[in-house]
């Protein structure tokens, strides 16, 4: 690779440097203003006024990320893992939805094309490329995603036996027509939306709906409170690394890399 080419691949896919965080600003202010022109485009009383204007920047936005797009690839070390990627796919759904509508003009595919410009806002998801903190949510998540497994199965658990048991409390008079019609009424009432299209009329079905009611409310804490937790730990291990160093005397191991003591029996650390 030539110096100028590694060197404006450095800019392009690093942030380390004033050169390269200058990229990433102006890169993130381009699409913040792409998502803006289509917000606005949305709205008829603007677009009547502006659609000229707003149809023009939303041609400059295209062309700009269109060169971007094929810039990386140009400079990519791995180009078909770029392409066929997360980030590679977003980027050309970003802009492809403005080349077919030149295709795609006459007036039954009009509402089609509509439709599909709107796949510009997943511009947005490129932000996460250039946030740090994304990479601590993202092994927050991966760390609790066994919690959370368990939490939604107990949560499901809680729906079917509250559902079926609504079904025979109720029965199909009072609009539980099926156990699954009373498990979709069992999660409305536990995630506190309730709709209100169904409702209970006996005494005991109230009964039994208000403790769904307190059991929603005592719940709806309880995923957040272990992506919390995950989190802080994630925030902790990035900025005092571990180390696997194992105590020969309590077996303790993932002692912080400058420690020169166990942590849990005192003893000195090879």
Not at 33 to 60: K, M, N, P, Q
Request: contains cysteine; positive net charge; aromatic residues 12%.
């Amino acid at each position: 690779m030539l110096p100028s080419k590694k060197r404006l691949a450095h800019i392009v896919f690093e942030s380390d440097d004033k050169a390269s965080k200058g990229f990433d600003v102006l890169l993130l202010v381009l699409i913040l203003l792409s998502v803006l022109v289509v917000i606005l485009d949305s709205v008829a009383e603007i677009h009547a006024r502006f659609g000229t204007f707003l149809y023009a920047a939303e041609w400059f936005f295209t062309a700009v990320f269109t060169a971007e797009y094929f810039l990386r690839i140009w400079l990519s070390t791995r180009k078909t893992g770029y392409v066929f990627g997360f980030y590679g796919l977003v980027d050309l759904l970003a802009i492809l939805p403005t080349y077919l509508s030149i295709f795609f003009f006459t007036s039954q595919y009009l509402t089609v094309i509509r439709a599909l410009r709107f796949l510009r806002i997943l511009r947005i998801l490129k932000l996460t490329e250039y946030v740090q903190e994304a990479t601590i949510l993202k092994n927050a998540l991966r760390q609790s995603r066994l919690k959370i497994q368990i939490f939604l199965g107990s949560v499901l658990t809680i729906v079917l036996v509250m559902g079926s048991l609504m079904y025979i409390v109720e029965g199909p008079d009072h609009g539980f027509t099926s156990i699954p019609r009373s498990m979709y009424w069992a999660i409305v009432t536990l995630t506190t939306v309730g709709y209100g299209d169904i409702a209970p009329e006996t005494d005991f079905g109230q009964f039994i709906a208000s403790l769904i009611m307190l059991t929603g409310y005592a719940i709806i804490a309880v995923p957040t409170g272990i992506v919390s937790s995950e989190l802080t730990a994630a925030k902790q291990r990035s900025q005092y690394p571990v180390s696997r160093r194992i105590c020969h005397q309590c077996q303790v191991q993932d002692h912080e890399a400058d420690a020169r003591y166990c942590r849990s029996c005192g003893s000195p650390l090879d």
